[in-house]
């Protein structure tokens, strides 16, 4: 019986005519016995069919708003919030208050992620302006520090005539030095100075030149992409360099990869970039199910706030391919090629 009640609404209607039609030959064949007027059973058989055909029909347009329902609710499901259920001609009173409520649900959870995006936005950005300054403190006040009085241990150890002496200032000389030298690496972690004096590309070749595992990456990029992408927004240049520090760090973690290539390039109002490695690879539909890509939801939702795309292609010992569009606005005048040249070898040093 469970079976029965759950076949289609068009079958069961099928099903109750044919049993009206039946039931009407056989009383009517045992009202007036095996002489039965055919002529009259073919035309009750044919005015039931047309009285099916009209039940279907009827029942099809009945159901059409609530496959607009169905319909509706498999697009927010995808992640379409801003879908809306259609207005129907043919829906009934109850059926249009549904809808109508499915609507202003809609429209409410809309606003709410709204608010919500616009909120995440904000804490992304005081949290990277935290690290930029940070970082600069870091890299224009402690390390400055740390290097003079490097320097100046240098001279006491030149004049210092004692050896055991000079012997004490030459250890705490290197101490210094380790420590000035961790002090970099702890800036360029925070934040690298570099991403705000020079852009984007800029900090991709130091993180490619500082990675010091054995994979070796390489940074590709057109002249003239390279002279817009100068003159990126802040927030845009620091999500996708955080992408591709990411991605990098992942490969080299999980993958053992021999290379690494990043590309960075404009296609129309778009940033496009990749991060592509030879290494392990990964199922990623198992990953994800299995709660162990934190560090790739990240990266989707910092581009998503940007009203940008993550899309990851990997296949398990074919490489890793991490691909970033994101719409950008180049306005601002960059800097020109040589003094943008010289910033960097700065950096460099």
Same mark, same amino acid.
């Given at each position: 019986?469970?079976?029965?009640?759950?076949?289609?609404?068009?079958?069961?209607?099928?099903?109750?005519?044919?049993?009206?039609?039946?039931?009407?030959?056989?009383?009517?064949?045992?009202?007036?016995?095996?002489?039965?007027?055919?002529?009259?059973?073919?035309?009750?058989?044919?005015?039931?069919?047309?009285?099916?055909?009209?039940?279907?029909?009827?029942?099809?347009?009945?159901?059409?708003?609530?496959?607009?329902?169905?319909?509706?609710?498999?697009?927010?499901?995808?992640?379409?919030?801003?879908?809306?259920?259609?207005?129907?001609?043919?829906?009934?009173?109850?059926?249009?208050?549904?809808?109508?409520?499915?609507?202003?649900?809609?429209?409410?959870?809309?606003?709410?992620?709204?608010?919500?995006?616009?909120?995440?936005?904000?804490?992304?950005?005081?949290?990277?302006?935290?690290?930029?300054?940070?970082?600069?403190?870091?890299?224009?006040?402690?390390?400055?520090?740390?290097?003079?009085?490097?320097?100046?241990?240098?001279?006491?150890?030149?004049?210092?005539?004692?050896?055991?002496?000079?012997?004490?200032?030459?250890?705490?000389?290197?101490?210094?030095?380790?420590?000035?030298?961790?002090?970099?690496?702890?800036?360029?972690?925070?934040?690298?100075?570099?991403?705000?004096?020079?852009?984007?590309?800029? &900090?991709?070749? !130091? /993180?490619?030149?500082?990675?010091? $595992?054995? #994979? %070796?990456?390489?940074?590709? =990029?057109?002249? *003239? &992409?390279?002279? !817009? /992408?100068?003159?990126?927004?802040? $927030?845009? #240049? %620091?999500?996708?360099?955080? =992408?591709?520090? *990411?991605?990098?760090?992942?490969?080299?973690?999980?993958?053992?990869?021999?290379?690494?290539?990043?590309?960075?390039?404009?296609?129309?109002?778009?940033?496009?970039?990749?991060?592509?490695?030879?290494?392990?690879?990964?199922?990623?539909?198992?990953?994800?199910?299995?709660?162990?890509?934190?560090?790739?939801?990240?990266?989707?939702?910092?581009?998503?706030?940007?009203?940008?795309?993550?899309?990851?292609?990997?296949?398990?010992?074919?490489?890793?391919?991490?691909?970033?569009?994101?719409?950008?606005?180049?306005?601002?005048?960059?800097?020109?090629?040589?003094?943008?040249?010289?910033?960097?070898?700065?950096?460099?040093?």
């Amino acid at each position: 019986m469970h079976r029965v009640l759950r076949v289609p609404l068009a079958y069961k209607l099928a099903g109750a005519n044919l049993g009206v039609v039946l039931a009407a030959w056989g009383a009517y064949a045992a009202y007036h016995g095996p002489a039965a007027d055919w002529r009259m059973l073919s035309v009750m058989a044919i005015a039931l069919a047309l009285g099916l055909a009209v039940n279907l029909l009827l029942v099809s347009i009945a159901l059409r708003p609530i496959r607009d329902l169905e319909e509706t609710a498999t697009r927010v499901w995808a992640g379409d919030l801003e879908t809306r259920v259609p207005r129907s001609a043919v829906a009934d009173a109850e059926l249009a208050h549904v809808g109508g409520m499915l609507n202003i649900l809609l429209t409410a959870l809309s606003e709410d992620r709204a608010r919500v995006r616009t909120l995440a936005q904000e804490v992304v950005r005081s949290g990277d302006r935290e690290r930029s300054r940070v970082g600069k403190e870091l890299h224009d006040s402690i390390a400055q520090s740390l290097a003079a009085l490097r320097y100046q241990l240098i001279a006491i150890e030149r004049e210092a005539t004692d050896p055991d002496l000079a012997e004490k200032l030459r250890a705490v000389r290197h101490a210094a030095g380790e420590v000035l030298e961790q002090v970099r690496l702890l800036s360029l972690a925070v934040h690298p100075q570099i991403l705000d004096d020079l852009g984007l590309v800029a &900090a991709l070749r !130091q /993180l490619a030149r500082t990675t010091t $595992d054995r #994979a %070796v990456i390489s940074v590709t =990029v057109t002249p *003239e &992409a390279e002279s !817009q /992408l100068r003159s990126l927004p802040s $927030d845009v #240049a %620091v999500a996708v360099y955080r =992408v591709a520090r *990411e991605s990098v760090a992942n490969a080299l973690r999980h993958g053992a990869p021999a290379t690494i290539d990043i590309g960075v390039g404009l296609a129309g109002d778009e940033l496009v970039m990749h991060v592509a490695d030879d290494g392990n690879g990964f199922d990623l539909a198992s990953t994800e199910k299995d709660g162990r890509a934190m560090g790739l939801f990240q990266m989707r939702e910092r581009i998503a706030l940007l009203s940008g795309k993550v899309e990851i292609v990997s296949t398990p010992q074919q490489g890793t391919d991490v691909r970033v569009r994101v719409p950008v606005s180049l306005r601002r005048p960059a800097p020109t090629g040589l003094e943008a040249n010289e910033m960097e070898n700065q950096h460099a040093r």
